[in-house]
């Protein structure tokens, strides 16, 4: 088993629709999570961190389930600008941060 | 955040020969890191660029392919070395401070061994 897995995608989405992107991770001492997001030929920018309570940013909600070890992402009224790979990423202590293998997004007009 | 400059951006080098990146930020930073990114897929850390001391590297890589030098907190190098077609791929420096472990990236160098 990967160490963190995401929803293959890709999604295709029209404007102004909700869509959800799930990712699971398997070493239960993982203490901090983030969302990223990379457009094509690009780096990765930091999305969102993941906090334990949920935390939501504009459209943007980020979900926790440590019992579970489940990361979930929330994209509410998306827009074009949207599209893009949406990389979960898992990490212990400062080390050994994971790449999952990202999700990518497509919203159409 | 953290801004961070890569050069080169890209380059394309024949096979036997080596190739070093280097990585500055712009502000004092606790951890840099070197990662590679291969055409479709997603990151893999290559190691943690310790200052003043060797770099921390990830199962399936080694000091003697990629050299990581870290003289301090604002800069690190990654040399590829002996390079072969394999090895084409986007290089990647991120920094962070520990505490929050954000990750802020360069903009990557792409690399193409012929």
């Known amino acids: 088993r990967k160490e963190v897995e995401q929803d293959p995608g890709p999604f295709n989405v029209p404007e102004g629709a909700t869509v959800a992107f799930n990712c699971t991770y398997s070493?239960?001492?993982?203490?901090?999570f983030f969302w990223y997001r990379q457009d094509c030929r690009k780096e990765p920018k930091l999305l969102m961190s993941?906090?334990?309570s949920g935390n939501e940013d504009g459209r943007f909600t980020a979900q926790l389930n440590r019992a579970s070890q489940y990361i979930s992402l929330l994209i509410r009224d998306s827009k074009l600008s949207d599209s893009a790979t949406y990389l979960c990423?898992?990490?212990?202590?400062?080390?050994?941060?994971?790449f999952g293998p990202g999700t990518r997004l497509s919203v159409l007009p | 955040s953290a801004v961070i400059s890569q050069k080169p951006s890209r380059d394309i080098c024949q096979r036997g020969t080596s190739l070093t990146i280097q990585c500055q930020v712009d502000?004092?930073?606790?951890?840099m890191f070197w990662y590679r990114q291969q055409p479709g897929q997603s990151l893999t850390l290559i190691a943690t660029?310790?200052?003043?001391?060797?770099?921390?590297?990830e199962s399936g890589f080694v000091i003697d392919k990629f050299p990581i030098s870290r003289p301090n907190l604002t800069f690190s190098t990654l040399t590829v070395s002996n390079m072969s077609p394999e090895d084409s791929s986007i290089y990647l420096c991120?920094?962070?401070?520990?505490?929050?472990?954000?990750?802020?990236f360069g903009p990557g160098t792409r690399l193409t061994v012929t």
């Open positions: 993941v906090y334990s």
């Open positions: 502000s004092q930073v606790t951890m």
């Open positions: 991120s920094a962070g401070t520990s505490g929050s472990y954000e990750q802020y």
């Open positions: 660029a310790n200052q003043g001391s060797e770099a921390t590297y």
């Open positions: 990423v898992v990490n212990q202590d400062g080390q050994n941060f994971v």
């Open positions: 070493n239960s001492a993982s203490q901090s």
